[in-house]
């Protein structure tokens, strides 16, 4: 069994920046299971003193002392949750200072600028990116499809809706989806809808085994889901985007985050923020 190590994620705003940055480096220790836990908006003294005694609290049942990381812009807050009987790791105390001294110039010290509204524009650029998503998923229509910055296809479930949901909100790409449906793999041309837009389009595949496990959790026991089925529609869409020169990667064991980079990399699509 494992050894069980608590972890706590302290944040003045949505805890997101000092989650990432905390399992970045907890996910290179394999051999120990890492109980965690998420405070938000702890962005008063008050708020930390109550964090302050669940950590201690748990501190006091373990043998071991919890990890803690905080990323809190205020200094009196910082101070209170380093005064816990965990291990703090601060990603401000870590970082900021140095980058004063580097930059030569003071930091605003201002709560909520990664996540926050600080920045309309990018924030407007966001939910705009998302609303095409949205409005162009599964081919519902072609209606301004000429802003795509990119068009995701493949067989159903093979990954494309999330993978363009993702590239609207991390990186602000207008990325459409288009499903690729028997009719459109036993025909010799690319689907009509797609054909204007041949330098946009993107494919994507998956591994028949990964694929019939899917499709069965959605509709068990349909020749949809069989193993057959689903290794002749993948080959039969590889055989298309090779047809077509039409670039493609395998969705099977990445990660949402590194398909979306590889995407953005192999097609040269540019982010907007």
Do not use: W
């Not at 302290?10 to 890492?34: K, W, Y």
Request: glycine content about 4%; charged content about 30%; overall charge neutral.
């Amino acid at each position: 069994m494992k050894p069980v190590r608590q972890v706590f994620f302290v944040s003045d705003r949505t805890g997101i920046t000092a989650e990432s940055m905390g399992l970045a480096l907890l996910n290179q220790f394999d051999n120990i299971e890492f109980k965690r836990a998420t405070y938000p908006f702890v962005d008063t003294e008050k708020k930390a003193r109550e964090i302050v005694a669940l950590i201690n609290n748990a501190a006091n049942h373990s043998e071991t002392r919890p990890l803690v990381f905080s990323s809190i812009v205020d200094e009196n807050v910082r101070k209170l949750i380093k005064t816990s009987a965990g291990l703090h790791m601060s990603f401000y105390d870590a970082f900021i200072g140095e980058l004063e001294d580097e930059l030569a110039t003071e930091a605003n010290h201002s709560i909520g600028r990664t996540h926050g509204m600080h920045d309309t524009e990018r924030y407007d650029k966001r939910m705009e990116a998302i609303n095409f998503a949205l409005n162009h998923d599964d081919g519902i229509t072609d209606r301004e499809l000429k802003k795509a910055d990119v068009i995701l296809m493949g067989v159903s479930r093979s990954g494309k809706t999330p993978t363009c949901l993702y590239l609207a909100l991390q990186y602000g790409i207008r990325a459409a989806n288009y499903p690729l449906i028997p009719e459109d793999l036993q025909s010799s041309e690319l689907p009509r809808m797609l054909q204007p837009f041949r330098q946009k389009l993107y494919g994507l595949t998956i591994d028949a085994d990964r694929l019939h496990h899917i499709r069965s959790e959605r509709r068990p026991d349909s020749r949809y889901a069989s193993r057959d089925n689903c290794r002749h529609e993948i080959l039969t869409a590889e055989d298309m985007f090779r047809r077509f020169n039409i670039p493609y990667t395998n969705t099977t064991h990445k990660s949402i985050e590194e398909l979306a980079a590889s995407i953005i990399l192999a097609a040269k699509l540019q982010r907007r923020f």
